[in-house]
């Protein structure tokens, strides 16, 4: 019985692939707050670092609950102030009178908010809390 053998063994090459990157905590966030600087932005800012976008969008996840974890932030949000008009789209209700004004906050992704000027802040804040998370 033959056995087969191998009479030509090819030349085996080692090629290394350099070692891990590593970034600094300050690299990441830095990279992080360009990828939100504006939309669409991930995939730019990952090629433009040479870094995968899977990994942008994990340093991204970790910022964010950092981020939540250090408390509440407060900062200024547009606000535009337009007249009533005049015939209200809304029903006036028993409790509401001509001196009552109301506010329409406008949300990302076309949510809207619309609230009588004597709505308690404390309730506001926590609807928008979650209207934020989601």
Known sequence: MDRPTISALGRLEVVETGRRRRWSEDEKVRIVLESLAGPRLV??????????????????????????????????????????????????????????????????????????????PAALSRVLDVLEQR
């Open 43 to 120: 995939s730019a800012t990952a090629r433009r670092h040479g870094i995968s976008r899977s990994q942008l969008l994990a340093w991204r996840r970790a910022f964010r609950v950092e981020r939540s974890e250090a408390g509440p932030t407060t900062g200024f949000v547009p606000a535009v102030i337009v007249p009533e008009p005049a015939t209200a789209s809304l029903p006036k209700t028993a409790s509401s009178t001509a001196g009552d004004g109301r506010m329409e906050i406008m949300l990302p992704r076309g949510r809207r908010i619309i609230v009588d000027a004597g709505v308690d």
